[in-house]
């Protein structure tokens, strides 16, 4: 099957900081990838879509100065959390969508961040 | 727009009991259904899905058929196990292209022994 991964697994950083996040398919190329925040306890709240080669689409309310997102190639995308502060602790979870003609997606197993 | 709307929890069951956490759909044309479930600190595992009307998704006992006349995908379990316990996710999507899984909010389940 399609496998996503995601790393780090965990992150504890100091406010201020900045954070990168990757996320790789592995067995599959990924034209679109995704990426989700959760909060403890809720739903996943999309935050962006990003396209192979192209600039992300970021849903409103999130600020794409702030999370930076790169695609950089079919089987990699990046979220950098810039200039960390302690509201951005949260749940990353990233997802990656096939080429053409497959409408499921496949889910990373999440970046903890914790920003002290 | 497409909306996924789950029954709320949190849903507290004795091991081998029935379950059922109800999923209904609002969207435009003819969407896949899915359900996600999540284990504690672990990202979303795909667990069943149905890609048109009538068809049954099942999965480790799990199952949810598409019904159309009446836009649900209910999630059954005959005999939970305590290993089920986890969140558990009803989603959607209309297209191939960028538009992402639609989720519903999720829905808590505890199984005890």
């Known amino acids: 099957g399609a496998v996503v991964s995601q790393h780090p697994s965990r992150v504890i950083c100091k406010s201020g900081t900045s954070v990168k996040i990757e996320c790789r398919s592995l067995d599959f190329q990924a034209t679109t990838m995704f990426w989700y925040r959760q909060f403890p306890k809720k739903s996943l709240m999309l935050m962006a879509t990003s396209n192979e080669g192209s600039k992300a689409t970021y849903e409103q309310g999130v600020e794409k100065d702030k999370f930076l997102i790169n695609h950089a190639s079919l089987t990699l995308s990046t979220l950098t959390v810039t200039s960390a502060h302690p509201e951005d602790s949260s749940f990353y979870i990233c997802?990656?969508?096939?080429?053409?003609?497959?409408?499921?997606?496949?889910f990373g197993p999440g970046t903890r961040l914790t920003v002290l | 727009g497409n909306s996924v709307t789950q029954m709320e929890g949190p849903v507290t069951l004795s091991e081998e009991a029935f379950l059922t956490i109800n999923c209904t759909y609002t969207?435009?044309?003819?969407?896949?259904l899915f359900w996600y479930v999540q284990y504690p600190g672990e990202g979303l595992q795909l667990l069943l899905k149905?890609?048109?009307?009538?068809d049954k998704g099942s999965n480790k006992g799990f199952e949810a058929t598409y019904r159309k006349e009446t836009t649900s995908f209910h999630l059954e379990k005959g005999s939970v196990q305590v290993s089920d316990s986890a969140v558990y996710f009803c989603a959607l999507t209309t297209s191939t292209g960028n538009t992402p899984l639609v989720f519903g909010k999720g829905t808590r389940l505890s199984v005890i022994a």
């Open positions: 969207a435009t044309g003819y969407p896949s």
């Open positions: 149905a890609t048109k009307a009538d």
């Open positions: 997802s990656a969508r096939a080429t053409a003609g497959v409408n499921e997606q496949f």
